[in-house]
């Protein structure tokens, strides 16, 4: 696990406490000003990808195992860019935060394109048969939250290795994901450290983001 500032090894709290000492670096004004930012963004960012979900010709998609894997390849290449982009940012637990909003929807909506795609492909890979997009999103919250409250099940054995697939990813974002995430906020702290400490000459040519 990765350490906390204060050898804390809970991730959740780790990552509370980052954005906590990034909140104390800064004055209340612009601590408001920063963080609705950054809510904001993630908001924006949401919604976007909500409305291509909605609007994609998703209907069209007959290679699903195909498709599922270019999606899972393009979330890897965004977590990877969302934590380089937390490593460079002046206030890396903020950046994270953020970088978080943003990463589980495309996760859910991924898998939500997945298995409505399979049920336009094939009616009985879901025991409802005929699955809206509003269905599909439904069915991916539920499974991610563990709920599973039994009115849509996969039904098919190509359906349920997807469904398996999905929480044992499941898993990886809410454990190894995070974990990334406070990962790259420490990395991010200790690479700016010298040239905080008091003494310490800034180089030569070192300019401020």
């Known amino acids: 696990m990765w350490p906390g500032d204060d050898g804390s090894d809970g991730s959740g709290r780790c990552c509370a406490m980052n954005a906590q000492a990034d909140r104390n ?12 930012l950054r809510l904001l963004r993630a ?32 979330l890897l290449a965004v977590t990877v860019w969302q934590v380089r982009a937390i490593i460079r940012a002046r206030y890396p637990g903020l950046r994270a935060i953020e970088a978080l909003a943003a990463t589980v929807p495309l ?13 336009g492909t094939n009616p009985a890979n879901f025991s409802t048969h005929s699955l809206t997009r509003t269905d599909a999103l439904y069915f991916t919250v539920t499974t991610f939250s563990t709920v599973g409250f039994g009115d849509i099940t996969a039904a098919s054995q190509s359906a349920r290795l997807v469904v ?21 906020v420490q990395l991010a702290r200790q690479q700016a ?6 003494g310490t000459p800034p180089q030569h040519g070192e300019g401020t983001s």
Do not use: C, W
């Not at 670096?25 to 000003?33: F, G, N, T, V």
């Not at 450290?193 to 008091?198: H, L, W």
């Open 25 to 36: 670096e800064l004055s209340p004004a612009r601590r408001r000003r920063l963080s609705g």
């Open 43 to 74: 908001l924006a960012t949401t919604v976007v990808l909500v409305a291509l979900y909605y609007l994609l010709p998703l209907d069209h998609i007959k290679n699903v195992p195909l498709t599922l894997a270019a999606g899972i390849v393009i």
């Open 107 to 119: 996760f859910l909506l991924l898998f939500a394109s997945a298995y409505f795609t399979m049920a």
């Open 164 to 184: 398996t697939v999905q929480m044992l990813l499941d898993l990886l974002v809410l454990g190894l994901g995070i974990r990334v995430f406070v990962g790259a």
């Open 193 to 198: 450290s010298p040239a905080t400490r008091p």
